[in-house]
């Protein structure tokens, strides 16, 4: 069974940076393409930045200069590195990864960017 779990959410100053983690296990991780999404409150879900498994990536143009997605095939883990946080990334982050034509996702974890 496949099972994404994200942390290293938290509330950071306008400008600060955070570093998310996803670990994902019941899977062949290196294989597949993955993903963050982010949900703000009143909002529909978008995609934030996706990463292949060769490790091609793409963003989402309002965080372009500012998020970098990686993955660590070793430790099954993909992140996603924010700097320069703005209030208007406050919101759930949560990783996803289609394997076997089934759409997993992780519980989110909460980055909020305050004063």
């Known amino acids: 069974q496949v099972q994404l779990v994200e942390s290293g959410g938290g509330l950071v100053q306008p400008g600060g940076s955070l570093r998310l983690s996803c670990a994902a296990s019941?899977?062949?991780?290196?294989?597949?393409?993955l993903g963050w999404y982010r949900q703000a409150p009143g909002k529909q879900r978008e995609l934030v930045a996706t990463?292949?498994?060769?490790?091609?990536?793409n963003y989402a143009d309002s965080v372009k200069g500012r998020f970098t997605i990686s993955r660590d095939n070793a430790k099954n883990t993909v992140y996603l590195q924010m700097n320069s946080l703005k209030p208007e990334d406050t919101a759930v982050y949560s990783c996803?990864?289609?394997?076997?034509?089934?759409?997993?996702w992780g519980q989110g974890t909460q980055v909020t960017v305050s004063s």
């Open positions: 996803n990864v289609v394997y076997l034509l089934t759409a997993y």
């Open positions: 019941g899977m062949r991780f290196s294989m597949y393409a």
């Open positions: 990463i292949t498994n060769g490790g091609n990536t």
